[in-house]
């Protein structure tokens, strides 16, 4: 079983910034792509940012130059740096994981319980 835990959500005023970790636990072999992605209630689930084992990043259109993506995979850790936050930015924001496990050549993804984001002046 793996468990993705985030962290580091909030209220923020406009412009202003905020920090989310998350953190993969259980039992795998490896971790290929972690991101973000987030979804506002009836809406679906957009894609934020991601970035592979190798450090390669991927970033939705509204969020590039204000949002960075990285990891540390010592930790098994993905964090998104959040900066010139914008009212339109406010979601609830679900860490994503795919994971590898020993002996198997599938890739299963995973979601955090999501961490709400919000804001406002």
């Known amino acids: 079983q793996v468990q993705l835990v985030e962290s580091g959500g909030g209220l923020v005023q406009p412009g202003g910034s905020l920090r989310l970790s998350c953190a993969a636990s259980?039992?795998?072999?490896?971790?290929?792509?972690m991101g973000w992605y987030r979804q506002a209630p009836g809406n679906q689930r957009d894609l934020v940012a991601t970035i592979t084992s190798g450090g390669t990043t991927n970033y939705a259109d509204s969020v590039k130059g204000r949002f960075t993506v990285s990891r540390d995979n010592a930790k098994n850790t993905v964090y998104l740096q959040m900066n010139s936050l914008k009212p339109e930015d406010t979601d609830v924001y679900y860490c994503?994981?795919?994971?590898?496990?020993?002996?198997?050549?599938?890739?299963?993804?995973?979601w955090g319980q999501g961490t709400q984001v919000t804001v406002s002046s």
């Open positions: 259980g039992s795998f072999f490896s971790i290929n792509v």
């Open positions: 994503n994981a795919h994971v590898q496990f020993s002996g198997r050549a599938n890739v299963y993804a995973y």
